[in-house]
């Protein structure tokens, strides 16, 4: 077999597999660009038919990260994977507080866990950023509890726990938030690697293509 080296020569070819996938789907570019990247991420293709885009989720997403947003996430793992030199090169900053002393304390003084208890304690930071849940279902709803009572208002949210514990609750109630741009995966599928993807696949889009 020939074997393929070049990085970007892997990415393009991966990319062309990829595209009869997508033919017969209703997909504006945006949305496709984010589900080539989601099956590029996760080498399944299936996926396609779980995703699920609040209308204007792309443009609300695109916009913020080239305002300079900031970027959210609920593990260092899934910060890991987003590309901070590009967020950082408009202006933003990839945050992530799981790991932080005080909030490992927060958490098991308010019986949650350490993911929901980050955003809790930091929701005044929250207004107009990007917010990308990868990994606890629990982040997700305790970012969605903040968004029902008013108290904070992301330009994009980003839902995509794994799991069999939440996962798949959880996400079904982000079909029903009002008022926040989103895009989830639905059911026990998900994870940080296609969380960071859609955040990058925005951060990489370059028009309608």
Same mark, same amino acid.
């Given at each position: 077999?020939?074997?393929?080296?070049?990085?970007?020569?892997?990415?393009?070819?991966?990319?062309?597999?990829?595209?009869?996938?997508?033919?017969?789907?209703?997909?504006?570019?945006?949305?496709?660009?984010?589900?080539?990247?989601?099956?590029?991420?996760?080498?399944?293709?299936?996926? $396609?038919? #779980?995703?699920?885009?609040?209308?204007? +989720?792309?443009?609300? =997403? !695109?916009?913020?990260?080239?305002? *300079?947003?900031?970027?959210?996430?609920?593990?260092?793992?899934?910060?890991?994977?987003?590309?901070?030199?590009?967020?950082?090169?408009?202006?933003?900053?990839?945050?992530?507080? $799981?790991? #932080?002393?005080?909030?490992?304390?927060? +958490?098991?003084?308010? =019986? !949650?866990?350490?993911?929901?208890? *980050?955003?809790?304690?930091?929701?005044?930071?929250?207004?107009?950023?990007?917010?990308?849940?990868?990994?606890?279902?629990?982040?997700?709803?305790?970012?969605?509890?903040?968004?029902?009572?008013?108290?904070?208002?992301?330009?994009?949210?980003?839902?995509?726990?794994?799991?069999?514990?939440?996962?798949?609750?959880?996400?079904?109630?982000?079909?029903?938030?009002?008022?926040?741009?989103?895009?989830?995966?639905?059911?026990?599928?998900?994870?940080?690697?296609?969380?960071?993807?859609?955040?990058?696949?925005?951060?990489?889009?370059?028009?309608?293509?």
């Amino acid at each position: 077999m020939d074997i393929i080296w070049d990085p970007l020569e892997i990415e393009r070819k991966s990319m062309e597999i990829i595209e009869p996938y997508l033919v017969s789907h209703n997909l504006n570019p945006g949305q496709k660009a984010v589900i080539k990247r989601i099956i590029h991420t996760s080498g399944d293709p299936d996926l $396609i038919h #779980d995703v699920r885009f609040h209308p204007r +989720a792309v443009e609300a =997403g !695109i916009s913020a990260l080239r305002k *300079g947003a900031a970027v959210f996430t609920d593990v260092n793992m899934l910060k890991a994977g987003i590309n901070t030199k590009m967020v950082q090169g408009y202006g933003g900053e990839v945050r992530c507080f $799981i790991a #932080d002393p005080e909030v490992a304390v927060a +958490a098991k003084a308010m =019986g !949650i866990t350490r993911a929901a208890a *980050g955003f809790r304690m930091h929701s005044a930071e929250l207004d107009h950023s990007v917010v990308v849940i990868g990994n606890a279902p629990t982040a997700l709803f305790e970012v969605m509890d903040l968004i029902n009572k008013n108290m904070i208002a992301p330009a994009l949210l980003v839902g995509t726990p794994v799991g069999f514990v939440g996962a798949a609750e959880s996400k079904e109630l982000l079909l029903q938030l009002d008022g926040v741009p989103f895009i989830t995966l639905l059911g026990t599928r998900g994870g940080s690697s296609i969380a960071a993807s859609i955040i990058n696949a925005l951060l990489y889009y370059q028009g309608d293509k």
